[in-house]
């Protein structure tokens, strides 16, 4: 069983992690579809817009999406509602795309994965260092072949380390008051050294998880060498205790201050949430809704088709945090959250390229 501070990660999450479906489809019998109308009304005040009803999308402007005010209903206290939109789309809707079987694609612009004493590693082939002898990294969380896939797709040459564990195991106890981060450095540290024959050392990096990963993210985030994170990435994976508000705000304080440096911009941040509702915790809308909510913002109902049939229902930005909810509440719904990270990849290296400018102008 998986545990977090004051959660049982077992049932759905892990269900949905080890491949077997928990949840009995509760499909309306009127469900709006990838190609719901624009909203007539306008967006709300100081979000960006292009025409009208049309919200830029700050993790990629060439992409907006459409407001949806119109077709919503306010569900009251919305930071504890649970999730709408309880149906999911089949293959045959999503293109012929089954989101939990995706191949890999074209690996050959990276190199073979090179095995650490905990996970592996990837990096793009004649990737360099930069004229300080850095390196940008990602460390992720729960998947391996299909994380790799989405950074092939974004066309960023980070460096790739997963670590991925069977479902009965815990990524907390990996990282709580244990070393481990700061060795999966030294170790890639020390391997791309030896690859490109010079000093090498880090520069950005981000933590990122899918699923039940994020609970090891909450475990590294507390120790003092991951103080330089500059990026956290949560796809579909953030849950605490339901009917404990205690429990419930511990569980989420980490990421609730991690929040506040990214919508000042001075760190990264992106959540993404299905419409999944576990019967045991909290779901991942419900502790997105709360991150929103200690920003003193609120989520602006949007629609948007999405790679691997993804149908985009909400969004927020402040800063350089984001939140980015999607209808679904199934397995493939759950795997098909994945495709999240080729955006969050992209506007890292957005991101960190600004970084670097300022830095060495």
């Not at 391996?144 to 991925?164: G, H, K, N």
């Not at 500059?230 to 304080?253: E, M, S, T, Y």
């Not at 809704?289 to 949007?302: C, E, F, M, N, T």
């Amino acid at each position: 069983m998986q545990r977090a501070t004051g959660i049982a990660l077992s049932g759905a999450v892990l269900a949905l992690v080890a491949g077997a479906g928990y949840l009995e489809l509760r499909a309306p019998p009127s469900v709006p579809r990838l190609a719901a109308a624009t909203a007539a009304r306008p967006a709300p005040s100081g979000v960006a817009t292009t025409r009208a009803g049309t919200l830029l999308d700050p993790l990629d402007p060439e992409r907006p999406f459409d407001v949806d005010l119109a077709t919503r209903t306010d569900a009251g206290n919305w930071i504890t509602a649970r999730p709408d939109f309880q149906y999911s789309h089949s293959a045959a809707a999503r293109g012929g795309v089954e989101p939990c079987a995706v191949s890999e694609g074209d690996t050959s612009g990276f190199e073979d994965w090179v095995p650490l004493a905990q996970g592996h590693f990837s990096a793009p082939r004649g990737f360099g260092l930069d004229t300080q002898g850095r390196f940008d990294l990602v460390i992720h969380l729960n998947g391996d072949a299909p994380v790799r896939r989405e950074l092939i797709l974004s066309r960023q040459p980070f460096v790739l380390y997963t670590l991925t564990l069977d479902p009965s195991q815990g990524y907390a106890p990996l990282f709580t008051g244990s070393p481990l981060y700061a060795a999966i450095i030294a170790q890639i540290e020390k391997a791309v050294a030896r690859r490109t024959n010079k000093s090498a050392r880090v520069g950005h990096v981000a933590l990122s998880a899918w699923s039940a990963g994020f609970v090891g993210i909450e475990a590294a985030l507390a120790q003092p060498a991951s103080k330089d994170v500059d990026a956290v990435i949560l796809i579909d994976g953030l849950h605490a205790p339901r009917g404990d508000d205690n429990a419930f705000k511990a569980q989420l304080k980490p990421f609730v201050d991690y929040a506040a440096r990214a919508a000042a911009g001075d760190r990264f941040m992106l959540v993404s949430h299905s419409s999944i509702d576990p019967p045991d915790f909290a779901s991942t809308t419900e502790c997105a809704h709360y991150l929103i909510a200690s920003l003193g913002g609120k989520p602006v109902p949007v629609r948007r088709a999405d790679p691997l049939g993804l149908e985009l229902v909400e969004s927020f930005s402040r800063g350089e945090f984001h939140v980015r909810g999607y209808a679904g509440n199934d397995k493939a719904d759950h795997c098909a959250q994945l495709a999240v990270l080729r955006e969050a990849f992209s506007a890292l290296g957005r991101r960190w390229s600004r970084l670097a400018d300022d830095a060495h102008p």
